[in-house]
């Protein structure tokens, strides 16, 4: 069972360049989700989806676009990266019963 | 607006000893869920234990239980014979239950602990 697949694990970025960071989930979950890792600030929530078709704005959103055409997949976009996205980015889905969120690995992103 | 506090950024534990993680909440909800997760230096997120608020009980999972005081909205972590492997970070979050006013975790800054031999 692969869980949640995040792709790429590393990367560094011009800035102004766009990237997309992919994510896919094979548990059948409803809910997924993008947060941003950085030191002293936590998991921050950037853009969230309850189901697919409909996604919602998280506490940092400004910078990211998602997309959740189905139930697996739930990429984040950054149009035109700046130096302050770098951080690690990780997707993660949830289980209606639990509320456990399941994560990826990870993105670390670097924006120079 | 609901948050989540962690006031110890690091903490340090002799091998074989107790620590206790704090963990603070604020919220106007009457139903939700805490959680502690744990992050080795491999980053991967690691659920480590979970407490609905209705149940009194405290939740325990072997060498890990909490000390859930939903009045004083306080959810402390202990870890019992620490060991090596426990070193990583810690975070403590917070959800409503599906559908309701959060449907998402929101996460403390987290609490760095370090266990010496």
């Known amino acids: 069972i692969a869980g949640i697949t995040q792709a790429p694990t590393s990367q560094i970025l011009a800035a102004g360049r766009r990237m997309t960071l992919r994510c896919t989930q094979d548990?059948?979950?409803?809910?997924m989700y993008w947060y941003r890792q950085d030191l002293g600030l936590g998991l921050r929530l950037i853009h969230y989806s309850n189901t697919a078709g409909t996604t919602g704005k998280g506490e940092v959103p400004d910078g990211y676009s998602v997309s959740r055409a189905n139930t697996d997949d739930f990429p984040l976009t950054l149009a035109s990266a700046v130096p302050s996205q770098t951080s690690v980015y990780f997707c993660?889905?949830?289980?209606?019963?639990?509320?456990?969120?399941?994560f990826g690995e990870g993105s670390r992103l670097t924006v120079l | 607006a609901q948050t989540v506090t962690q006031s110890q950024p690091e903490m340090s534990v002799q091998e074989a000893e107790t620590v206790t993680l704090s963990c603070t909440y604020d919220?106007?909800?009457?139903?939700?869920?805490l959680f502690w997760y744990k992050q080795p230096p491999s980053r991967q997120m690691i659920l480590v234990i979970r407490?609905?608020?209705?149940?009194?009980q405290n939740a325990t999972e072997n060498r890990f239980s909490v000390n859930f005081q939903k009045a004083a909205k306080s959810f402390s972590l202990k870890i019992s014979d620490s060991q090596l492997g426990d070193a990583a970070m810690y975070f403590c979050?917070?959800?409503?239950?599906?559908?309701?006013?959060?449907?998402?975790?929101?996460f403390g800054t987290g609490t760095l602990l370090a266990v010496q031999p």
């Open positions: 979050a917070y959800r409503t239950p599906y559908g309701g006013a959060t449907n998402k975790l929101i």
């Open positions: 919220t106007s909800e009457s139903d939700y869920y």
């Open positions: 407490q609905e608020a209705y149940k009194q």
């Open positions: 993660a889905s949830s289980d209606r019963q639990s509320g456990e969120l399941f």
């Open positions: 548990m059948r979950h409803n809910a």
